[in-house]
């Protein structure tokens, strides 16, 4: 540019008298060239820019726990927000960007039933500038974040919408209740009258029962010379509430895997989460929490904080495997290992598993690192032994209805185990990557057995593993 502003056509002929000569013509084709360029030159850079990043995908994952908005989008994007009160509104102020279509199509993508949202206004704030505009229904503490390109999704710019004030796991467990409304269920833990919030403060503590642990019918009398008498399961009876955390994996960003059909791993585990639920509850004195009950995605460890938050003695994690080979099937269930993985087909499935979170997409600014490596060190010897007793009962009774991957349970490094005092196990139902074992998992009959297969599972567990008192009754 300096070059350009040099060649001024008033100094170039300054103190000569016109010239119609072929040296001065030549010159004055010169100067109207380098003007021309000059001119070009300007344009490009007064005009805006015609590499504006573009939107390819608006995607809207609306939760009790929190709601995220994901843009999809070419490139990273710089972004400005702030909150403002009375209303509560959230502001973005998006760079390097113009208002498109599909950016437009975030407004009818938030529904009425949208725990945090009331609406979202888009617009063109000045050049290369987009606003967003959120509507809030209560007071919000929002992640704003990029993540970049993994899988199947170019760079992301997340929003995550958190309560300010987030409802207690523990709290939220006992309020709902559901597990008492079931006909019979007249063998409970005595109810706690105190306000939950003061119990989970440590306030009004009722004390424990001498013997709060497993109850068993007692075995008829058999006396010498009289038949055998055929051995019948009995139900289990406890005199406190057991509480068992079930974990689907993978939701919202993360589909985990998908079928060649077409079915999703997250939609499929979520189903037969719900169905095992379901079987959970019509037994007394057994209670469920799911680290998630819709479509959206939990990063692991904060599955693992759910588990812990309401005081979980059983966790199991639900997956549908896949492998780049469609003919392997059967099912499998693992448990955390201290020593390395047992066998390498377990080790690749754990470090699988444990990318997750860059699929569903975890803030790193905020994601507590160090908590997962507490937890690590903090894994026991108990707590893996607990577990291995849980998964060879569970994977036993799952062989009656699908043939098993391997006839024992298997150990790898799963970040989704490392409760230090809850036993863990994640069950593989089945293969989604072959077809055959696809359609088995979107059939309802099936889901439903399989459901069934864990619940005796864990009945056998708790009949020869007694549950200990809890420091608090809840």
């Known amino acids: 540019m300096s070059r350009i502003t040099q060649v001024r056509p008033e100094s170039v002929n300054a103190g000569k008298p016109e010239s119609t000569s072929g040296t001065d013509t030549a010159r004055s084709q010169k100067r109207r060239v ?4 000059g001119g070009t030159l300007l344009l490009s ?14 995607r809207v994952w609306p939760a009790e726990d929190y709601t995220r908005v994901t843009l999809e989008n070419d490139s990273e994007l710089k972004t400005n927000h702030f909150v403002l009160k009375d209303p509560y509104r959230l502001f973005v102020d998006i760079e390097g960007l113009e208002l498109n279509a599909k950016l437009k199509e975030l407004v009818a993508k938030i529904k009425s039933n949208d725990p945090y949202i009331k609406q979202v206004r888009v617009g063109q704030n000045r050049p290369n500038v987009v606003r967003l505009v959120f509507d809030l229904k209560e007071e919000v503490s929002p992640q704003v974040f990029t993540l970049p390109p993994v899988g199947n999704y170019k760079h ?20 709902k209740g559901e597990w008492n409304k079931e006909p019979g269920a007249i063998t409970q833990a005595p109810v706690a009258t105190a306000n939950p919030a003061d119990i989970l403060a440590g306030k009004n503590e009722p004390k424990p029962e ?29 005199t406190r509430m057991i509480t068992i955390a079930i974990d689907p994996g993978h939701g919202g960003e993360d589909p985990g895997a998908i079928g ?14 719900k169905r095992l639920k379901a079987k959970i509850e ?20 904060v599955r693992v904080q759910k588990a812990r938050a309401v005081q979980a003695d059983l966790f199991m994690s639900v997956h549908a495997d896949a492998f780049v080979n469609s003919s392997a099937r059967g099912s499998s269930v693992f448990v955390l290992s201290e020593k390395g993985a047992s ?12 990318a997750a979170d860059l699929i569903g997409g975890v803030n790193i600014k905020t994601h507590d690192k160090q908590l997962a490596s507490v937890l690590l060190d903090l894994s026991t010897t108990a707590q893996i032994s607990d577990s291995l007793k849980l998964g060879k009962v569970v994977l036993s009774e799952i062989s009656g209805i699908n043939r098993l991957h391997k006839g024992s349970v298997e150990q790898a490094g799963f970040a989704v185990l490392k409760a230090p005092d809850i036993p863990s196990i994640l069950i593989e139902t089945a293969f989604i990557s072959n077809p055959e074992e696809e359609a088995k998992l979107t059939d309802n009959a099936y889901q439903d057995q399989l459901a069934d297969a864990v619940m005796k599972g864990i009945k056998k567990y708790f009949s020869k593993n007694p549950p200990l008192a809890k420091n608090r009754m809840t």
């Open 210 to 238: 001498p013997k709060p642990e497993v109850k068993l019918d007692p075995q008829p009398e058999v006396k010498p010379g009289a038949p055998a008498i055929e051995k019948q399961e009995k139900p289990v009876h406890l």
């Open 260 to 273: 060649r059909g077409g079915s999703r791993e997250k939609d499929v585990v979520l189903a037969i989460a």
């Open 156 to 175: 992301r710019l997340v929003f995550d919408l958190y309560p300010s004030n987030p409802t207690d796991p523990l709290a939220a467990l006992i309020e």
């Open 282 to 301: 019509q037994h007394p004195n057994m209670r469920v929490m799911l680290t998630r009950d819709s479509d959206y995605f939990v990063p692991l460890n």
């Open 45 to 58: 850079v007064l005009a805006p820019t015609a590499n504006a990043a573009q939107i390819l995908a608006v």
């Open 34 to 37: 380098l003007l021309k360029a």
């Open 343 to 354: 066998s390498t087909a377990a080790r690749w499935l754990a470090d699988k598993e444990n």
